[in-house]
């Protein structure tokens, strides 16, 4: 069935260095991918989204990468800073749902070492 | 910035009552949506909500859970009978006439005892 996964459960990086979330999704009609941020006892909160139209998107200090050929979705945060810290999931959307229901993936937790 | 707001932020019943939560959606907002998360897991879609009636639910969403918009801002998910397995964060979010995105709530933990 539909499935959006992530590599890695937890990923601790130093701080001011570059992080790179990975994500891998089953679909291979989605066409619309979006990377949320939660922080402990928050709800998601948007960062980036890109269409499958597109290869790389960048937004402030992140940038998503979408690797249709291997289905692979990537989220890179330069120069990572503790407020960085949080879960990260990755999500899609399948081309079957006409509600804009997203398929979420399990998170990887991102922990910024000082 | 434009807000969803849930209350009660955590909420503490006992197996088989009646919850409801409650969201308040993103004031222009047309589309609205409940996800859970049970601890540790992913954020799992229950159902989307749009010019006043479901269009579309997940198999989580069974004859226990329901939905309603009963003033035009208020949009709540009432669970009839709890399970101990309905423990998890709930989350309302909300999205605009032409827009990909959603803006979430803070979430509402419930806990079933």
């Known amino acids: 069935g539909e499935s959006v996964g992530l590599h890695l459960p937890t990923l601790s990086v130093q701080e001011g260095d570059n992080s790179i979330i990975n994500c891998a999704y089953s679909n291979s009609a989605s066409d619309y991918f979006i990377w949320y941020k939660q922080e402990s006892g928050k709800g998601p909160q948007f960062i980036i989204d890109?269409?499958?139209?597109?290869d790389k998107r960048q937004g402030q200090r992140v940038t998503v990468l979408l690797n249709k050929t291997v289905k692979h979705l990537s989220l890179q945060i330069a120069a990572t800073q503790p407020g960085d810290s949080a879960v990260y999931f990755c999500?899609?959307?399948?081309?079957?749902?006409?509600?804009?229901?997203?398929?979420f993936g399990t998170g990887t937790r991102l922990k910024v070492l000082a | 910035e434009p807000e969803v707001t849930q209350t009660p932020s955590h909420q503490v019943t006992q197996m088989g009552q009646e919850v409801i939560l409650r969201c308040v959606p993103i004031?222009?907002?047309?589309?609205f949506y409940w996800y859970r998360q049970i601890l540790g897991q992913k954020v799992e879609f229950l159902v989307s909500f749009y010019n006043n009636e479901i269009s579309e639910k997940s198999e989580i969403f069974d004859d226990q859970f329901s939905v309603e918009r009963p003033d035009g801002s208020n949009f709540t998910l009432k669970i009839r009978s709890t399970k101990l397995e309905d423990s998890a964060m709930y989350f309302c979010?909300?999205?605009?006439?032409?827009?990909?995105?959603?803006?979430f709530g803070s979430g509402t933990r419930l806990t079933v005892v």
């Open positions: 004031s222009n907002h047309l589309y």
């Open positions: 979010a909300s999205r605009g006439q032409g827009e990909d995105g959603y803006t």
């Open positions: 999500a899609e959307i399948p081309p079957t749902s006409g509600t804009y229901k997203y398929i």
């Open positions: 890109i269409r499958s139209n597109m």
